[in-house]
């Protein structure tokens, strides 16, 4: 795959599955203890500097483990990810949290925001091209490592009231082919204060209702969980609004 070995991708994959458990910089002994790779440490540490040569991993200022670059994840999510799919159950729950908000969009789009953070246990937002935001789940942040970070939660939280900021988001989606938009760090958000965050964001439109609704976590959140959550989640809002005529 690209230009990685069958190796490196395997140990690639263990890495991401451990940080995102752990969320503590991933070194060669446990990967050998916990992932059976057949390989020895030694044989994985160098394995690691491979990858971190062609960008897949960084190396953190405090630990002599490893962790993924958004290039590692970006990797994994396209290739490697086997995701959960929703169940019959759901599907139905999310449906019958905002059916009785069908008819009135402000009412419709506020409740689903909250539905989306109480179901992924992230930050949940939502920006329609008329320059509305809804957000939700924001003590959902504080309990995640990466949010005890002063700087970044409050750099985050101040960009919720932004609406020019998350519509530039909502046009550089509409130029996109995906269902899903996932946003990793630094390079995404295009500041160095959120190379710890990542967001999903699905697109719903109408008539003349047009927005996104999503999530923003850290970058090592469950993607093969919360991506087809806001995938579902998106087509079904974009279905209810259609169908209203909005």
């Known amino acids: 795959m690209e230009d990685l070995t069958q190796r490196q991708v395997d140990i690639l994959k263990a890495i ?5 458990e752990s969320g503590e910089p991933v070194g060669s002994e446990i990967l050998e203890k916990k992932y059976k790779l057949g390989v020895s440490p030694a044989t994985i540490r160098n394995e690691m500097v491979e990858l ?3 960008a897949y991993l960084k190396k953190t200022h405090f630990s002599s483990g490893r962790v993924p670059s958004a290039k590692g994840f970006r990797f994994y999510i396209k290739h490697l ?3 959960k799919e929703l169940s019959t159950v759901d599907e139905v729950a999310y449906k019958n949290s905002v059916w009785d908000d069908r008819a009135e969009l402000h009412k419709l789009l506020a409740h689903a925001t909250k539905v989306l953070a109480q179901r992924t246990g992230l930050l949940s937002l939502t920006a329609t091209g008329t320059s509305d935001i809804y957000y939700a789940g924001v003590g959902n942040l504080l309990s995640k490592d990466e949010f005890l970070d002063l700087k970044l939660s409050k750099q985050l939280f101040g960009l919720l009231d932004e609406a020019p900021y998350w519509e530039g988001i909502l046009r550089q989606f509409y130029k996109m082919e995906d269902e899903v938009m996932c946003m990793l760090g630094e390079g995404d958000f295009r500041d160095s204060t959120f190379e710890d965050c990542a967001s999903v964001f699905g697109e719903f439109s109408g008539g003349t209702a047009k927005g996104i609704i999503g999530v923003v976590g850290p970058k090592r959140m469950s ?4 991506i087809p959550q806001v995938r579902y989640f998106s087509s079904l809002l974009g279905d209810i609004i259609k169908s209203q005529g909005m």
């Open 52 to 54: 971190a040569k062609k």
């Open 16 to 20: 991401i599955q451990e940080y995102t």
């Open 81 to 83: 990810m086997k995701e």
């Open 223 to 226: 993607y093969d969980v919360i």
